[in-house]
Nanobody, 116 residues
Framework: VQLQASGGGLVQAGGSLRLSCAAS????????MSWYRQGPGKRRELVAS??????EYADSVKGRFTISRDHSKNTVFLQMDNLRPDDTADYLC????????????WGQGTQVTVSS
């Protein structure tokens, strides 16, 4: 499975961006889809994840970011509103299914830069 992330860019503080992550094939509803980010000089952190319609968010993005999934298009989205300079990072999408065997896939990053 290949994951293709897109939608990053340069935006002013307070602005919005919508990231997309398209899977190369149907990976099934058993996978958790997540967005991670890694800012300059920072550790990679989990931003948001969605499993069977249940979404979870990092405290730093609650109320500002929304993760959603379109199974018909094998795509997961991250709507980012009220962006702040500290949201600047490389955003990566991840698909994971943990059962008897772990299946995990990473997409390439899409850069988000928020100017003050």
């Amino acid at each position: 499975v290949q994951l293709q992330a897109s939608g990053g860019g340069l935006v002013q503080a307070g602005g919005s961006l919508r990231l997309s992550c398209a899977a190369s094939r149907d990976i099934g509803r058993g996978y958790t889809m997540s967005w991670y980010r890694q800012g300059p000089g920072k550790r990679r952190e989990l931003v948001a994840s969605i499993t069977s319609g249940n979404a979870e968010y990092a405290d730093s993005v609650k109320g500002r970011f929304t993760i959603s999934r379109d199974h018909s298009k094998n795509t997961v989205f991250l709507q980012m509103d009220n962006l702040r300079p500290d949201d600047t990072a490389d955003y990566l999408c991840n698909a994971k299914r943990q059962g008897f065997i772990l299946y995990e896939y990473w997409g390439q990053g899409t850069q988000v830069t928020v100017s003050s």
